[in-house]
């Protein structure tokens, strides 16, 4: 006989997990139907218990490592003892207090016993977990609560209204066709002499920036603008087109997010940043937003550190362009030299769990300097590949069905004016008729 939920809930005990299982990798669990992860926060100690996803943005803690005797989260590594309070949230600085609400409601008690680690979720009257009669049977890890708001997936009506990137223009040959993914349905694009066409047919389908946009119905948003698409000081570089196994919108939000590059990027761009933000604001636009954010940085990998023609410690401007719903840029200006990167980022929402990605580089090497060479190119291409792949693997380990609209179901700091600024338009998109 095994220990079943029945004889759990009537002592508050939950066995979840054998105890030499659990080392300082955590675990999820569950217990009485609630998703928790347990973890060992020093080698060989006692067993902690924090609820599965991290305040901030719900990352699953079970993709968190176990830094300085604290679970650390992978996304902007904010680190939690072993009584679930929030001790650090890297982006407010080493002065920064975090708010009481990052604080982890923990089980009320954690045991480990006849071999097992047992959580008490609730107060209970019997003190220690009993002896099972036989091998517990532990719940199997449930799927964490979903946000209470709403959340905007992949499959949102309102994104019938608006262009949607669905390939390269050099992914459709004339004369030739291609099928895409979008909004959960399959079109089949062609494209006779200049002409584009879509099966179902579609309110329009156009090329821009090189790239195939379709808008099933009329759309509503505005148009993101790239000064820098006929600027003959700029080269372009494309990314292969890659794929994201999750919806758009927690791609859009990591794009305008600078809070995670030291942890997630920590071994590509991140490194040599410094972890606190400046204040900036936010500029309300048509369809969406502008950012400017100026800083010094130390830019070892940047185009000139390494050849000496720029310094390592140099101001940097990054301007953010955000509009509705997933067409991104983020133009990056080294002030001394007048180099300069554009990024444009397009989501295609193909299905639920699915996003193609579009990403774009335009390189300036400054005024009177000659154009980025195509190994500079390259090179710079290669990189944000890496960038990219450190992106989507953490999405992957999201599991999230799309970005939470409602304000409360997620917790946010001063470094997230963007992603707040991001949701309240993505939120206004949603509601416009
Ligand atoms: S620190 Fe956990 S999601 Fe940001
Ligand atoms: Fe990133």
């Given at each position: 006989m095994g220990t079943t939920g029945t004889t759990a809930r009537s002592t508050g005990w939950f066995p979840v997990a054998r105890a030499t299982e659990v080392?300082?990798?955590?675990?999820?669990?569950?217990?009485?139907?609630?998703?928790?992860?347990?973890?060992?926060?020093?080698?060989?100690?006692?067993?902690?218990?924090?609820?599965?996803?991290?305040?901030?943005?719900?990352?699953?803690?079970?993709?968190?490592?176990?830094?300085?005797?604290?679970?650390?989260?992978p996304y902007h590594g904010w680190r939690?003892?072993?009584?679930?309070?929030?001790?650090?949230?890297?982006?407010?600085?080493?002065?920064?207090?975090?708010?009481?609400?990052?604080?982890?409601?923990?089980p009320w008690a954690v045991e480990e016993r006849?071999?097992?680690?047992?959580?008490?979720?609730?107060?209970?009257?019997?003190?220690?977990?009993?002896?099972?009669?036989?091998?517990?049977?532990?719940?199997?890890?449930?799927?964490?609560?979903?946000?209470?708001?709403?959340?905007?997936?992949?499959?949102?009506?309102?994104?019938?209204?608006?262009?949607?990137?669905?390939?390269?223009?050099?992914?459709?040959?004339?004369?030739?066709?291609?099928?895409?993914?979008?909004?959960?349905?399959?079109?089949?694009?062609s494209r006779t002499g200049e002409e584009l066409s879509a099966d179902p047919p579609a309110w329009g389908v156009r090329e821009r920036f090189g790239v195939v946009w379709l808008a099933p119905a009329e759309p509503r948003d505005v148009p993101l603008e790239l000064p820098e698409d006929d600027d003959r000081r700029f080269v372009r570089g494309w990314l292969p087109p890659t794929r994201s196994p999750?919806?758009?919108?927690?791609?859009?939000?990591?794009?305008?997010?600078v809070a995670h590059v030291p942890f997630v990027h920590a071994a590509t761009s991140g490194a040599a940043d410094r972890v606190e933000l400046p204040a900036h604001d936010v500029d309300a636009e048509p369809g969406g937003f502008t950012s400017v954010q100026e800083r010094w940085c130390d830019a070892p990998q940047d185009r000139g550190v390494a050849t000496g023609e720029q310094p390592l410690r140099h101001r940097r401007r990054a301007t953010y362009v955000y509009r509705a719903p997933f067409q991104l840029r983020l133009r990056l200006d080294l002030l001394d030299s007048g180099a300069a990167t554009t990024i444009l980022f397009l989501l295609q929402p193909e299905d639920p769990d699915s996003t193609r990605v579009y990403t774009c580089l335009l390189l300036s090497a400054g005024p009177g300097q000659p154009l980025p060479s195509p190994d500079v190119v390259a090179a710079e291409v290669a990189v944000e590949q890496r960038v990219l792949a450190e992106d989507l693997e953490l999405q992957a380990q999201m599991a999230s069905t799309g970005l939470p609209l409602g304000m409360r179901d997620e917790l946010h700091v001063r470094a997230d004016r963007l992603g707040v600024a991001l949701r309240r338009a993505l939120a206004d998109f949603a509601a416009a008729r």
């Open positions: 080392g300082t990798t955590p675990v999820p669990v569950g217990a009485d139907g609630r998703a928790y992860v347990v973890v060992r926060l020093r080698p060989g100690g006692e067993v902690s218990a924090f609820p599965a996803r991290c305040p901030h943005r719900l990352v699953p803690l079970a993709a968190g490592t176990v830094v300085e005797a604290r679970l650390q989260c939690f003892d072993g009584e679930g309070r929030c001790v650090d949230v890297p982006s407010l600085g080493p002065d920064g207090t975090a708010p009481p609400r990052a604080d982890l409601t923990v006849h071999g097992w680690v047992w959580l008490a979720p609730e107060r209970t009257a019997v003190t220690l977990p009993p002896a099972p009669a036989g091998d517990p049977l532990p719940e199997p890890a449930p799927d964490p609560e979903p946000p209470a708001g709403p959340v905007f997936g992949n499959l949102d009506p309102s994104l019938e209204h608006a262009w949607h990137p669905v390939a390269l223009a050099r992914e459709l040959r004339p004369g030739g066709w291609l099928q895409v993914r979008l909004l959960g349905r399959t079109w089949s694009l999750g919806p758009a919108g927690p791609l859009a939000d990591a794009f305008l997010d």
